[in-house]
């Protein structure tokens, strides 16, 4: 399965990262930079329960309305090359102006072609909260995501066994650091609300098969209780499915491959919009 073969990539790439720049130093550092923001006067309250820290992501999806998390990917599995042409700074840039909530940074870097660097850079040129876009297998990427510059990680229900989805969702709560922690049927809605996540994606991709089913997070956003912020993944190229997921009630959506291939991504952002039920 392309998912397990993503993974075990994924484990050698963090190995290899750890002989660069040991786990210890890279916690080190990551704890030390949330301890000097917590120290810091937050400049609106927490929405991050049992955290004096102020979390950008979190809130930038609970406005009123839809949120839009917008993503800068170059390649995929499923799709190969999306854009041949990947000025992904200038990507960034597009979506901020175009009235995005949040950027989702691709870094996986052998199946997607991401790279942290792409995170690194655009975080020092938007100043929208940006999601770390990766296969999380190792406590490290969640301390190095922290040094990077984002405000959230994704951690993936079909990678992570219960007790190392709670362990490093504690971890991202202690980081200051967001968890969208997604979901692709019913029984990981379960374990995603066990765990005590604030932020649950439903991904209508099937990361075993790549195929995409659009009614996937229409048919489990019964199971997600209204005080978790909803985000629905994948397969989202219209108004049309903006409106239905709307109707819905669902609080976000992460978009990529429809934004990535528009000539003019502001004018793709706002026929979107046009489905937002207010």
């Known amino acids: 399965m ?21 786990l210890e130093r890279v916690r080190e550092m990551a704890l030390e930079m ?3 923001e917590q120290a810091s006067p937050s400049p609106v309250p927490s929405t991050l329960p049992n ?20 993503e800068v990917k170059k390649a995929s599995p499923s799709k190969g090359v999306i854009a041949e042409e990947f000025h992904y700074r200038e990507i960034a840039s597009d979506y901020e102006r175009a009235g995005a909530d949040a950027i989702s940074v691709l870094t996986e870097p052998e199946y997607f072609q991401g790279c942290s660097m792409y ?46 989805l709670r362990r490093y ?23 995603a609300a066990e765990v005590g996540a604030e932020i649950i994606g439903i991904n209508n991709r099937n990361l075993k098969t790549f195929e995409v089913d659009f009614s996937n997070a229409l048919r489990l956003r019964r199971l997600v209780p209204p005080e ?12 049309e499915d903006i409106r239905r997921l709307s109707e819905a009630r669902v609080d976000a959506v992460l978009i990529g ?3 990535m291939r528009a000539k003019d991504r502001t004018a793709a952002l706002n026929e979107l919009r046009r489905g937002c039920i207010l």
């Open 2 to 22: 392309i998912l397990e073969q993503i993974a075990a990539s994924t484990r050698r790439r963090v190995e290899q990262e750890k002989m660069e720049r040991p």
């Open 34 to 36: 949330a301890r000097t």
């Open 51 to 70: 955290s004096s820290t102020f979390n950008p992501f979190e809130s930038a999806l609970r406005k009123p309305g839809m949120s839009f998390i917008c």
């Open 119 to 164: 995170l690194e850079e655009i975080h020092r040129q938007v100043r929208l909260p940006l999601l770390r876009k990766d296969f999380v297998v190792d406590e490290y990427q969640i301390y190095d995501a922290k040094l990077l510059g984002a405000s959230a990680v994704l951690l993936i229900c079909s990678l992570l066994k219960e007790d190392k």
């Open 169 to 191: 969702h504690g971890l991202c709560r202690e980081l200051g650091l967001a968890a969208l922690v997604e979901a692709h049927d019913d029984g990981e809605v379960a374990m």
């Open 228 to 239: 978790t912020i909803f985000v629905a993944e994948s397969g989202i190229r219209t108004a």
């Open 257 to 259: 491959e429809t934004l």
